[in-house]
């Protein structure tokens, strides 16, 4: 589940939303599954709700998640077209990719590590 790292410079909001990211995007998440509610995670991690609140609110934002007023918080089936956080790892991306370009790295070995991870997800 979530883990936090005391000693690292993240903060901790960013830290369960990386979290949580990672669950989704690993599978640990499925699709339309009922996150905890906010109360809960901060118990669990012993931490101020309003900080597991930021986590989920920019999780929201970013269109990981979405709210059912009643109901609870739930992780979102699929991504829209114009989420910031795709914009954001889009340009991260064009950064790593010129970097190993500039390494020697071939067109082909990227391309095939992309397919392999594309595969995975199949």
């Not at 589940?1 to 901790?12: A, E, G, K």
């Not at 989704?24 to 599954?33: H, Q, S």
């Amino acid at each position: 589940m979530i883990q936090i790292n005391y000693r690292d410079s993240h903060p901790f909001y960013e830290q369960i939303k990386l979290n949580i990211i990672k669950l989704i995007t690993t599978g640990g998440l499925a699709a339309n599954e009922k996150l905890p509610s906010v109360r809960e995670l901060a118990a669990t991690l012993a931490m101020n709700p309003n900080t597991v609140q930021r986590a989920y609110r920019e999780l929201e934002a970013e269109g990981y998640i979405y709210k059912v007023t009643g109901r609870g918080t739930f992780v979102t089936d699929r991504m829209p077209e114009d989420s910031p956080r795709k914009n954001k790892l889009l340009q991260k991306f064009d950064e790593i990719v010129e970097e190993l370009i500039f390494l020697a790295v071939k067109k082909d070995e990227l391309i095939e590590r992309i397919r392999r991870k594309g595969d995975m997800k199949r």
